[in-house]
């Protein structure tokens, strides 16, 4: 079990001069407010908010943050107001309490609206506040921890939501262990059949598996030190999901997985990371099409790395992933990474990096309920991207699958609704092209073009679907007004009366 005093060790590993008080006051309230309260599983309540607590700090945050860690659950489940605690602890801390509190005063008619009015809460709240995000990813993951005391119904929601939702938020945050152990978690609850034949799999080649990442660590680190170059050489295999996908997606069995082990080269300098590149490729030889540069181009949530993969000794296939120390702790810990005390809320990186909430938040203005806009988040979060070029060579991130008309509503909403054509890469597309990484995207809009509803039969981003959707129902309500212009002065005029006179 987690003690108070695990929390603050980790808390004063990362800022030796924080203040304490507030995390050990927020414990003793929360003790206090939770004694007495069970978990299914037949353990003091108290175990949970500790949990939370420890990961919290653990990631880095600041005090404010473990002490909202500590209190996250206590206005749900203890009686207690977001007043008292604001009165205790500031306004702060109490806006993050709020921000992870579950709705649970509105009286929703079915639960599937009540699961998503419940994330659009918190989706608003975490845009103003990115901590609320992160005090939430770390309540998911102890609760799908512990989620085996659940019922077989609740347990297949939790896990359904949590692949759903959940890990792909970890995974645009760049929380790569979060994204990992949830997904893990989730399959094992989804589906144990095949979560446990692939577990078996890898306990069962864990020894010659072990044996075979230490030695070619040591060759990797050996010829690159021969070369001039001090570096930290680690191996470690996918995780359990990540396998399973492949699997699935390339229809092949476990033993055909040859890239199950992904190897890590952290240098000292940016300079180095491409020169280590071409020293793996003259050793060994890559594969064509498997090689990706995300330090050029790096990823919506920060990540940057270079990755290979080469064969090596009779025909096994490594990944290799190259990058420096900078890089690798922002892939590790994601935004947690940029985490300054007492500057968590304005340091530029941390705003930079999670600019495509807000842009989320703003683009779901016009949808008509709650599951809407859970379904166009879904679309969003849990999808593969694709960089393409505008006329300026900007680079613009989209989804895999998505069009001309998902670009120009990535740029404004009146360029999507006036979209009448587009060129990529110089040549004239249709509108419903699917772009590739690489290629250059020009708009062609007119003025007398309007939104149509067979695009919504192949726009695939969530601000595309949402905008058209909120055009085409302002279209039907204003049509719909004119015709009831129209009938009203046709019955005024049987009375010899105009709405021009009245």
């Keep these: ?15 030796p001069e924080g203040d304490v008080a507030r995390i050990q006051r927020a414990y003793l309230l929360s003790a206090k407010k939770h004694e007495g309260q069970i978990r299914k599983s037949g353990e ?15 990631m880095g945050l600041d005090d404010a943050s473990i002490a909202a860690a500590l209190l996250h659950d206590t206005v ?22 709020d921000g992870v509190t579950k709705l649970s005063a509105v009286n929703f008619t079915r639960k599937e609206e009540r699961q998503a009015e419940s994330f659009r809460k918190m989706l608003i709240a975490m845009s103003k506040d990115i901590r609320v995000l992160l005090l939430k990813l770390a309540d998911r993951l102890h609760n799908m921890q512990t989620l085996g ?3 077989p119904e609740g347990q297949e929601r939790i896990a359904q939501e949590t692949r759903d939702i959940y890990a792909p938020l970890a995974n645009r945050l760049g929380i790569a262990w979060m994204k990992a152990e949830l997904d893990d978690l989730a399959f094992k609850h989804l589906e144990l059949k095949a979560y446990e034949e692939i577990a078996a ?54 033993e055909q997985v040859y890239d199950a082990i992904a190897f890590r080269v952290i240098c000292d300098t940016l300079a180095s990371c491409y020169a280590i590149l071409g020293m793996v490729h003259s050793r060994w030889v890559p594969l064509p099409g498997r090689f990706k540069d995300f330090i050029a181009i790096p990823k919506p949530n920060r990540y940057q790395s270079l990755h290979t993969t080469v064969v090596v000794g009779t025909g096994e296939r490594i990944e290799i992933q190259i990058r420096t120390d900078a890089m690798h702790k922002i892939a590790e810990d994601g935004i947690a990474a940029h985490w300054t005390y007492k500057e968590s809320k304005v340091s530029a990186p941390l705003v930079s990096a999670f600019a495509w909430l807000r842009e989320m938040v703003e683009s779901q203005d016009g949808v008509r309920d709650s599951e809407e806009f859970l379904d166009s988040v879904k679309v969003d979060l849990f999808t593969d991207e694709v960089f393409v070029f ?7 991130s989209l989804p895999e699958g998505a069009t001309p008309l998902d670009f120009a509503y990535a740029i404004h909403t009146e360029v999507g609704n006036h979209c009448a054509g587009a060129r990529v890469s110089g040549v004239q597309v249709p509108l419903r092209h699917t772009l590739r990484s690489g290629d250059w995207v020009e708009i062609v809009t007119s003025k007398t073009q309007r939104p149509s509803s067979d695009w919504l039969d192949f726009v695939v981003t969530g601000r595309a679907q949402n905008k058209i959707r909120a055009f085409l129902r302002a279209e039907q309500l204003r049509q719909s007004r004119e015709f009831g212009h129209q009938l009203l002065e046709r019955a005024l005029r049987h009375y010899g009366c105009s709405l021009a006179k009245i």
Aim: hydrophobic fraction near 40%.
């Design 201 to 254: 799999k890898v306990s069962g080649t864990r020894v010659e598996r072990e044996e075979y990442i230490a030695r070619t660590c040591a060759e990797i680190t050996q010829f690159l030190k021969e070369a001039g170059y001090e570096v930290r050489v680690s191996g470690r295999i996918k995780n359990l999901y990540s396998i399973h996908q492949k699997m699935v997606k390339k229809t092949i069995d476990f």
């Design 149 to 151: 005391h659940m019922s």
């Design 1 to 15: 079990m987690v003690r108070i005093s695990d929390i603050l060790d980790a808390f004063l590993k990362k800022y």
């Design 76 to 97: 749900e489940d203890t009686g207690t107001t977001r007043e008292e605690i604001a009165k205790m602890f500031g306004d702060e801390i109490a806006s993050l309490v």
């Design 44 to 58: 003091p309540y108290m175990i949970h908010p500790l949990a939370v607590a420890k990961t919290i700090a653990e």
């Design 390 to 396: 505008t006329p300026r060579g900007d680079i613009m």
